[in-house]
């Protein structure tokens, strides 16, 4: 079975200086891979995914996530921060599913803080 | 461009009254449709998916049920709410179950 976990439940950081959210997953195929942010009583937003094709992905807002097989980590980084950034961050991976759908199984989150 | 609407945005219901959450999907045709509980401090958790009109499928027993009357909308319904079913409800679609997960705004819930 998939799952996912993030190493940090809470990251701070100051404005402008690199963002840093670690996660890693367990499958036992190759994976796809997500990162959605949810900014405080809003919905999920997709940032990026990973579908096998380049390890590295760049994504919204300045985001991208190296896929690293061996490490079986999927980290999200960002080089400066900004104050926006401020929000819930999850990681997630899809389990194949012969329901009809690919299951997301999510990560618990990790709440980015950014301190002018 | 597709768009994913949710309402209410917020509820306040009372213990054992009956709830309605409705979904609907623009600019797209027979999408995956999923609904998702967030409890307060916790993870997003499936509760149900639909791959069609009338076709629903549930993750976990519950409170709550779902209907799909139409191709692009999604009912969450329960006949007497709890306290526990209080939190956060995404709905999200997908082209295919194989396709990426796009998520709606929420509705808050709160049962008092």
């Known amino acids: 079975a998939q799952s996912v976990t993030q190493l940090d439940s809470h990251v701070s950081v100051s404005e402008g200086t690199p963002v840093l959210l670690r996660c890693n997953y367990s499958s036992s195929y190759s994976p796809s891979l997500f990162w959605y942010v949810q900014h405080p009583n809003k919905g999920l937003q997709l940032l990026l995914k990973?579908?096998?094709?380049?390890?590295l992905v760049k994504g919204i807002n300045g985001f991208e996530a190296e896929f690293k097989k061996s490490e079986t980590s999927f980290h999200l980084t960002k080089p400066s921060a900004h104050m926006s950034d401020a929000a819930e961050y999850f990681c997630v991976v899809s389990d194949l599913f012969s329901g009809g759908y690919n299951k997301l199984i999510f990560g618990a989150g990790t709440r980015l803080a950014v301190h002018p | 461009s597709q768009t994913i609407h949710q309402w209410p945005a917020t509820l306040v219901q009372p213990v054992g009254s009956p709830l309605s959450l409705e979904c609907t999907v623009e600019g797209t045709s027979n999408p995956n449709l999923y609904w998702y509980r967030q409890a307060a401090g916790r993870g997003l958790q499936l509760l149900f998916y639909s791959v069609g009109i009338g076709q629903i499928s549930s993750e976990v027993p519950q409170n709550l049920s779902a209907s799909r009357p139409q191709d692009r909308q999604f009912i969450l319904s329960s006949k007497k709410l709890l306290l526990s079913d209080s939190g956060f409800y995404l709905c999200?679609?997908?082209?295919?179950?194989?396709?990426?997960?796009?998520f709606g705004p929420g509705t808050r819930l709160l049962v008092l």
């Open positions: 990973y579908t096998s094709a380049a390890t």
């Open positions: 999200a679609w997908s082209v295919g179950g194989g396709g990426t997960q796009y």
